[in-house]
């Protein structure tokens, strides 16, 4: 999980630039969630990808952060990194 991010503009979607993995070429499911892990958006991505999650019912003003886990439940824990903003 990311450390929080406070959403401070206008607008339905989350930017994901993921940029390390200590595993080799896999998908990861990146997810946004509110302080209690209400999921508000999720989106499955390609290995070091940068895109778009859509997001729905984030406020300005209030804290989000974001998940990940690889695409299947069998796959071996993994470390990645990147940034990424509402």
Known sequence: MSKKNTKN????????NWGYSNKSSHK????????????KGK???????????????TD???DYYLQAAREHVINPSTYVSGVWFL
Not at 9 to 16: D, E
Not at 28 to 39: D, E, G, I, Y
């Open 9 to 16: 503009k206008a607008g339905n979607f989350a930017i994901i």
């Open 43 to 57: 989106g499955l991505f390609n290995y070091l990808a940068q895109g778009a999650v859509t997001t729905g019912g």
């Open 28 to 39: 990861m499911w990146f997810r946004v969630v509110n302080k209690v892990a209400a999921q």
């Open 60 to 62: 300005i003003d209030y």
